[in-house]
């Protein structure tokens, strides 16, 4: 299914880190990963992290850069590509991320908020998904 290949995906991504730009240098991966920073389970979202967002967190030890609850990037509700996915009755997510890590504190986020979140004058809004924006300092 789409979510073991999404692992499968994100696994390969870390151990890419890992091997070859991952250590002391200062890190920033940033994308939509297509899955939720909680788990999904009988249709709520529980306190655990979710596998994908787990790797980058707890495996890698980076940093959210936008950690927010109520603000999604993926909103069914709203956007109108977003509803024409495979998948219809989708609840608005948080699929898209900026994950950090700077082992000698070189930077830090400053600023973050979503951006692409306003409808065009055609009424439509750029993707199926807005963007993270963050200001590092």
């Not at 980076?62 to 927010?68: K, Q």
Request: proline fraction near 4%; glycine fraction near 6%; charged fraction near 25%.
């Amino acid at each position: 299914t789409h979510r073991y290949i999404r692992g499968l995906q994100a696994n390969e991504l870390t151990q890419e880190l890992r091997k070859n730009i991952y250590g002391e240098a200062p890190t920033i991966v940033c994308g939509d990963i297509n899955s939720h920073h909680k788990h999904w389970e009988s249709g709520n979202w529980t306190k655990d992290m979710s596998f994908e967002y787990g790797l980058f967190v707890e495996s890698l030890g980076m940093s959210d850069a936008f950690p927010t609850e109520e603000d999604y990037t993926y909103n069914p509700k709203l956007n109108a590509f977003a509803q024409l996915g495979e998948v219809k009755n989708r609840v608005p997510e948080r699929l898209d991320y900026i994950f950090f890590k700077c082992p000698q504190n070189q930077f830090a986020p400053t600023t973050s908020k979503l951006i692409f979140n306003e409808r065009q004058k055609n009424g439509h809004f750029l993707s199926d998904h807005f963007g993270v924006l963050v200001d590092f300092s």
